[in-house]
């Protein structure tokens, strides 16, 4: 400070007094981070005491992550200072401290040697934005709340309908087949819930694969042609030469179908619907969007002529539960999917929409870019003619462990069950021979499956498995695979999908690789 020119012309006094009474905290220090001086707000912002015990301490050991501080002196050494710069600090006694600072160099024949430090204590701030974001986290979980428990009451009335009258003695059965049929799909339409809270939480697992739009487009559209209103035409414009991407294509079939749903939300009295792909080089990209890193990027447009968006619904659309719609038709979930998905493949979202003028959704995703590791996959290997065909079926869920027994029993299986980790690993070591699969669930008493299945690994270390789970994160299923897990399978499955993953492992038949849409 001294060496610079006193800009008010005010006197020594005055000018010490004004440095002294600023809630700014000033401080000059080295860049091993020793500071020099400072004036009372900096020991005010870190609970010091006194002015010289603060002056005793090392701004670094303030931060709360340390790589910031490297950044910063990184950045100060390169353009000589920092502006505005939001941190996160703590106090002596530990508790957060939230500034923004602003840092400037000083230099002696190039050499960074000290530091002007300005840091202004934004914590009120910050606590009440957490607090507002906390807030509407849970007014938006009570509004998500309320339309599931709606849902799946629904669903769950259903089945229990469709299963009275199936148990009553009226019955006849040529009526079962359909009756069943609807509980069938009442329970796929509560796990396609299930999984767009889980996909707009980010918590499923994604299958990397090759995936053709164009097709997945011209699938998408006959099935929306038989379901929409009538009043709504659909218009396909694909690019002939399309290369494939890699991709989860259930989640881009949900991505499509969420943004189709609203197209035609907003379309009430009818209109033109188009899908149209095409591909874009990904350096006319980079002044839209940052983080493009692939050469060219597959691109979908989703263009409808209905009643667009004003600007102010325009800036809330990618938040989770906004939504215009009445509560029955809309969750407000939709394009939160949409936007976590296409970040996940390191892809872009564009909207153009005017009021009265339609809307487009604008989806691009990279063409072959993603890391191989991410390809996941199918894992199964060529199927075993030679391998036991009795199954260990470990599950906790007393009726679903019936329902497999009996399932894969009827698939020409011979099937060991067991209801919780312990029992599992003490049958596994009685028959390991005979067994040529464990399927086991993960979340189990006494004995988690992990734990389980470590265990008759070191028993046996061939032993070959599938985990299933209700809600698998990405981080322990690699861990799982990792381990010599064969496969996993999400939970609910539809047993057919179960079904082709034992056949790959074990069985005599080859499988396709076609999985149903939602699981
Ligand atoms: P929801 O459809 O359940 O309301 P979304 O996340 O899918 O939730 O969409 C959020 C909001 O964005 C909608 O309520 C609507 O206001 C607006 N919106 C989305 N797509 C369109 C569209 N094609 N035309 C006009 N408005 C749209
Ligand atoms: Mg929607």
Redesign the pocket.
Known sequence: MEDRPNPLGETDERYRRFVTEDFTGMLVMRTDGQIVTCNPAVAGIFGFDSVEEAMSANFFAFLRNRQDGIELLETVRQHGMVDRHELEMTQRNGDPVYVVTRLIGNFANGELTELHVYLFNDTKRKRLEQQLVQAQKMEGLGTLAGGIAHDFNNILAIILGYTNKLESSHSKPNEFPGAIKVIKEAVERGAALVQQLLTSARQTEARFSSVDLNALVRELESMLQATFPKTISFHLELAPDLPLITADKSQIHQVLL?LC???R??MPAGGTLTLATSITPGPDLTEMFSGVTADSYACIRVR?T????TRQ?KSH?FEPF????ERSK???????VVYGVVNNHRGFVQVE?EPGAG?S?IIYLPVKHLAAEQLGGDRTGAPRQDIPQTILLVEDEEMLRELGVSMLQSEGFRVLAAKDGVEAVALFESHSDEIGLVVCDLGLPRLGGREAFLKMKESKPGVRAIVASGYLEPAIRSEMLKAGVIDTIQKPYDFNDLLAKIRSIIGPQPVTDDHPELF
Do not use: P
């Open positions: 969420n749903v609203n197209a939300d907003a409808d209905g009643i667009g968006m619904v659309i906004f939504t215009t719609k809309g969750t407000g979930l939709g394009l939160s929409s809307t959704f």
